[in-house]
């Protein structure tokens, strides 16, 4: 079977939307829930945490080039505690995917299709992801880079005619309340956001130039960085303090944005843009999922798991999170340690596992 | 002689079970309000993130 396999470009593109798919819509609400006028600051930790990222996919690249995450795992802590680590994965990535799931189906249900069930919303997202991670990561690459001249077009001019309305008092005083209030706002952006780029270790051998991957997570994570400052300059350059009362800022923003009787109602682009988003984050989550049940059953293929984990993922999704205050309390105050103890602490168990075992096989050799 | 993989399509007809029944179960637990299975998680990685990051 030949080895499916994309570019760094392609790799660049799938990340930044990884971030940007649901990061746009909970960055800006989860950082002014903590501090409006210095909420800028906070934003650049999104890059801290990408470059945590970029530094654990260093490692896993110089010592593992063509493995995943889980096969990494695998090779360090051997069969039985590596099948263990690679099903604590799994359940992680899973947990994640849910919370992207109910991110889509909430978003769908409130701002376009207020009287459709979010169970047949969740049923379209779903056959959508399970048909992309089906197709397989080469061709959805490639049609993901369709969306990059669509965002070139759409994106200057979201940018551009909200700032008209952007008052720059918005930012004053600096330092209101001190650095607390900004380093609590910028933890959902570095270890939740941030920590998600490493997500890209588990496509490695799908890499056309894995060891490039590090270098990758920097640039994706400097572009969805200035992407993310630059809207939230705008919602707080435009709303102020009445930015905390919005559940999706920008969605506002772009809504406020009129020129004459010629130019309104531009949420609709922004609506489709994210659900484009939203939909490729959900695929690499996947993908990344349905990768990892390969590694732990040692099957040829990853197909066969595709619907039945695109299914649990979105039924859970809404039971998981009844509603909106549950997926915002999941990712706020159990999301941060959560991903920070799976990206960090697993691969370190997992290095450690494989000092140990070197140093009793040595002594074993030894004795014998 | 190739070894044939002993539990590998055993572990694969599980974990497909497996997830189809947890999306049955879920959409069963729509009449349970109560229903959190990610309790656990909450309590434990809660914890951890009010005493790393002060949340």
Sequence with gaps: MRKEQISRYQ??????????????????????????????????????????????????????????????????????????????????????????????????????????????????????????????????ARANEFIVPLAAVVLPLLILLPLTLCDVHQFYPVFSSGWLPVWKASIVSMFVYGLEFSLAIQLVPNLRSPEKLPNDIVIAASISTVLILIVVLLTVGVFGYTVRYLQYPVLELIRVVRIGRFIERLDTIYGIAVLMTIISKLAVIHLAMCTGIQDLCKTRDYRWAVLPTGTAMFVGGLYFYRNVAQMAYFIEHVGPSYLLFTVVGVPLLGLTLQRVRFHLKRRARKGG | MVKRPTWGPILVWLLSVCFVVIAYLALMFQWWPDFQPLYPLELVFGTATEWLFGL
């Excluded at chain 1, 801290?48 to 096969?71: D, E, Q, W």
């Excluded at chain 1, 994965?89 to 995917?97: A, E, I, L, N």
């Excluded at chain 1, 979010?118 to 061709?139: F, K, L, P, R, W």
Aim: charged share 10%; hydrophobic share 60%.
């Design chain 1, 11 to 140: 790799l660049i593109l799938l990340l930044i939307w990884l971030t940007m798919g649901t990061g746009v819509l909970v960055i800006p609400s989860v950082i002014t829930e903590f501090t409006v006028t210095d909420a800028w600051m906070a934003v650049p930790s999104l890059f801290v945490g990408g470059l945590l990222s970029a530094g654990i996919a260093r490692v896993h690249v110089k010592k593992f080039p063509n493995l995943r995450v889980t096969g990494a795992l695998l090779a360090t802590a051997g069969s039985a505690i590596g099948n263990v680590l690679i099903i604590w994965y799994v359940s992680v990535v899973f947990v994640v995917g849910t919370v992207v799931a109910r991110e889509f189906t909430l978003f769908v249900t409130m701002v376009s299709l207020p009287y459709t069930s979010e169970t047949a919303v969740a049923v379209i997202g779903c056959a959508s992801v399970a048909y992309i991670a089906y197709v397989g990561i080469e061709s959805f």
